[in-house]
């Protein structure tokens, strides 16, 4: 891989423009690596991806499954005008955790947790099922980085969740059920690739 990505480089510094016109075969090449047999969605902006899944209509409130996760939460509450509630969660072990109460309003409302990683997928689930009892109408799961590791398809198919969603930063070695859905970052690396390449703003990508 890095062997073709160095033959469609030029090498030293150059202009935005050259950069740009590399991209898209950048694009294909992590997007065709080591990504055989499941399906990758191109959409990597997460924002642009919950607007095309849900309507206006949708009461959505975003949900972090701990305390730890409330910044990212709200953030994406605030660019998608939603509210926010809050899982108050006691972890009995590792790996393994209980999802006790919720804070704010899910009743009659979509939800969606947002997580940085799903390992095992229990927190995940038991949060989906604490939304439920509160009285929200549906739960979807969101994740940067899929891990899944131990019985986290289990978990996952067997949990109250509609779906499942997270980026291909990790390939996965099972065969994807249909509950689960996977997001390329290809073209975000590509873009970052770029702005390196051409000294402008990393940070601005995440605005």
């Given at each position: 891989?890095?062997?073709?990505w160095q033959d469609m480089s030029y090498g030293g510094r150059h202009s935005e423009s050259t950069y740009q016109s590399s991209l898209p075969n950048f694009i294909e090449l992590v997007e065709s690596y080591g990504h055989v047999g499941f399906k990758?969605?191109?959409?990597?902006?997460?924002?642009?991806?919950?607007?095309?899944?849900?309507?206006i209509n949708d009461k959505l409130v975003f949900v972090p499954p701990d305390v730890g996760g409330v910044l990212r939460a709200r953030s994406f509450a605030k660019k998608l005008n939603a509210d926010l509630a809050i899982i108050d969660k006691r972890r009995d072990a590792p790996g393994i955790s209980n999802a006790m109460n919720v804070i704010g309003t899910v009743k009659d409302k979509t939800c969606i947790i947002v997580d940085d990683l799903v390992d095992s997928g229990g927190t995940i689930c038991n949060a989906a099922i604490a939304l439920l009892e509160d009285g929200a109408t549906g739960v979807y799961g969101y994740c940067s980085h899929g891990v899944y590791s131990?019985?986290?398809?289990d978990n996952i198919n067997n949990s109250a969740l509609k779906e499942m969603v997270c980026t291909d930063s990790i390939k996965p070695t099972f065969e994807v059920p249909e509950c689960m859905r996977y997001i390329s970052v290809a073209p975000l690396?590509?873009?970052?690739?770029?702005?390196?390449?051409?000294e402008s703003s990393i940070s601005s990508l995440f605005d």
């Open positions: 891989m890095v062997k073709q990758i969605e191109k959409n990597s902006d997460l924002k642009e991806t919950l607007e095309e899944a849900f309507s131990g019985q986290a398809l690396f590509g873009e970052a690739i770029m702005r390196i390449n051409s």
